[in-house]
């Protein structure tokens, strides 16, 4: 095994008038039970049983919704999770957090509402991106296996090659790795001016992916020159991987999920 991983599960709420906060009362989308276990828990407990993560950080969610969750409250007054506030937006808190984390350390970075996350998929991943040459790595999984394991649920598409959708999976592997959230801050900073951020991409690549002539190979190329590092990918053969919790409908799908596992 390579150098173990700290990992740090960003849980911040972007909306206060998010309809999964809405429809049950929660103060953060991280405590919404899946499974009669709410969310965050699950992604904690599959980082901790994993071999290849050493370090567990949670960024977020605020202090205020956390004391409502006394488990994770009594977790961190242990110093079995190293809690940390939230940033002005998920690149600047993870940024933050990778200030509290060794330069030497890769870093595992994932989402609160990854709810259906296990030790497999973990232990894939990590070892996966450490056997890699690159030095920032995303997980991936084909759209065409997702779409055969959830036939008809909405997942977005990263159209390259045959498909392929995000899964909330980020490996940091080495000082200049982590440079890339740098390039993901000056490209959240542009996210509602969409002319700068076709410019802040490239003119000529952004109009490859429109057309559908921008493959994955051409794709991390061009996030290399543009971050600095080589990045990567690995593709997970875990259809659930790319399941997270973005809608009311995510979150039943997921729950039904669970029970099913756990049965």
């Excluded at 940390?84 to 990778?98: C, D, I, K, N, Y």
Aim: with cysteine; aromatic share 6%; charged share 20%.
């Amino acid at each position: 095994m390579s150098h173990p991983f700290a990992a740090l599960v960003l849980a911040g709420d972007r909306r206060a008038d998010d309809p999964l906060l809405q429809s049950t009362g929660l103060p953060s989308k991280a405590l919404l039970p899946v499974a009669g276990t709410p969310m965050v828990l699950r992604v904690l407990a599959a980082l901790a049983a994993s071999p290849w993560v050493q370090r567990r950080l949670l960024c977020g969610p605020p202090a205020e919704a956390l004391a409502q969750l006394p488990v994770l409250e009594a977790m961190v007054a242990r110093g079995e999770v190293e809690w940390l506030a939230t940033g002005a937006s998920p690149s600047a808190s993870a940024a933050r957090a990778m200030a509290a984390v060794a330069e030497a350390q890769p870093l595992l970075l994932t989402t609160a509402d990854h709810a259906l996350l296990s030790p497999t998929v973990v232990d894939y991943f990590c070892e996966q991106a450490s056997a890699s040459d690159a030095e920032v790595v995303v997980g991936l999984a084909p759209y065409p296996r997702v779409a055969a394991a959830f036939p008809g649920v909405r997942r977005t598409v990263l159209k390259l090659d045959q498909g392929y959708c995000g899964c909330n999976l980020f490996a940091f592997l080495t000082p200049r790795g982590r440079a890339a959230t740098a390039y993901w801050q000056h490209l959240e900073a542009r996210r509602k001016q969409p002319l700068k951020m076709l410019a802040s991409i490239g003119w000529w690549p952004a109009l490859r992916y429109a057309l559908g002539r921008l493959d994955l190979e051409a794709a991390l190329a061009l996030l290399s020159r543009r971050i600095g590092a080589r990045a990567g990918a690995v593709l997970l053969p875990f259809p659930e991987a790319a399941v997270d919790v973005d809608t009311v409908a995510d979150w039943h799908l997921v729950d039904a999920l669970a029970r099913k596992r756990a049965a």
